[in-house]
């Protein structure tokens, strides 16, 4: 069965504090690994798209990185207005596989 | 600039009365979705469309519809309001049903 698994459920940081979120899929000839950021009472906005190993993409403060089973949002010297709820989301056949999310907290 | 916009942003039904949330979306794409998010839950599929006139069941669809007349909209009806369709609900568009998509901002609803 097609999963999307995010970790870990929260996470809070000090301001400047890097640290990383991970995503582990386990999904049927992969199209694509989409990472989204959810701020509250808003929709998902897009941030990154990746489609193989190896593949590195970079917005701001953040880095997506993926890997065969994984990928990994690397938030470097996060701000306060970093703080959202950040999806992981897999292309599989014919649908979007979506993770539960990492909410994430960062204090001044 | 391209958007999706939803409408109401929040609304509050009886319980069996039919609500009609609606999706408006200026991309141009052809694939429309509608999710419901609920906590525990990441987003769930409810109903798609690939192209005008083209309606199809998503993981979740029981007790609500949609149609297709035309590229920008995809209304979706809940034909008798349950207290288990209390949620957010999302519209979203993209190029694929397995592709990045753009979400609205969501609509509230609660059944009462």
């Known amino acids: 069965e097609d999963q999307v698994t995010q970790s870990p459920e929260a996470l809070r940081l000090q301001e400047g504090e890097s640290s990383s979120l991970n995503c582990s899929y386990t999904?049927?000839?992969?199209?694509?690994l989409f990472w989204y950021r959810q701020d509250p009472g808003k929709g998902p906005e897009f941030l990154f798209t990746l489609y193989s190993a190896g593949e590195e993409k970079e917005k701001e403060r953040l880095k997506a990185t993926l890997t065969k089973k994984e990928s990994f949002l690397h938030i470097t010297a996060p701000k306060p207005e970093d703080s959202a709820t950040y999806l992981c989301?897999?292309?599989?056949?014919?649908?979007?596989?979506f993770g539960a999310g990492t909410r994430l907290a960062v204090h001044p | 600039d391209a958007e999706i916009t939803q409408s109401p942003r929040h609304k509050i039904t009886e319980t069996g009365r039919q609500v009609t949330l609606a999706c408006h979306q200026t991309w141009n794409h052809n694939n429309m979705f509608w999710y419901r998010q609920d906590l525990g839950h990441g987003l769930r599929l409810i109903h798609y469309?690939?192209?005008?006139?083209?309606?199809n069941k998503g993981e979740v669809s029981d007790g609500y519809s949609v149609s297709r007349s035309n590229t920008e909209d995809l209304p979706l009806t809940l034909e008798s309001a349950a207290s288990s369709q209390t949620s957010v609900y999302f519209c979203a568009s993209g190029d694929k049903l397995n592709t990045e998509a753009f979400f609205g901002q969501g609509t509230r609803l609660t059944v009462v």
């Open positions: 999904v049927s000839g992969l199209r694509g």
């Open positions: 989301v897999a292309g599989g056949y014919n649908k979007l596989i």
């Open positions: 469309s690939y192209g005008v006139h083209d309606t």
